[in-house]
């Protein structure tokens, strides 16, 4: 009998003026070529930014249902959707 265990933490605020960010849906997750994002419906000017494990913007664009990542280097990205400068929702992505 093979059994899962995982462990779900939530990021509370530190502080009063922090606000909380969704979850960014994506997939395939690890991605190889093309990555599918659920982005919200929203008519503001959204994008999407990669991060390093390190903190360091690796790609920046405008925010598209589909997204080549053939160009990624292989890792670990914060993946982060921004609303007008606004962090909205993140992610982690496995680039294979």
Do not use: H, W
Not at 52 to 61: A, D, H, I, W
Request: charged share 15%; hydrophobic share 40%.
């Amino acid at each position: 009998d093979f059994q899962t265990t995982v462990d779900i933490f939530v990021e509370e605020p530190s502080s009063a003026n922090e606000v909380s960010v969704a979850r960014l849906e994506t997939m395939p997750n690890p991605v190889m070529d093309e990555l599918v994002i659920n982005l919200p419906q929203s008519n503001a000017d959204l994008s999407l930014n990669f991060y390093s494990l390190t903190g360091t913007l690796v790609r920046s664009q405008a925010a598209q249902g589909t997204v080549n990542v053939q160009a990624l280097p292989q890792g670990l990205y914060l993946l982060q959707l921004e609303e007008n400068g606004t962090v909205i929702a993140r992610t982690k992505l496995l680039k294979q």
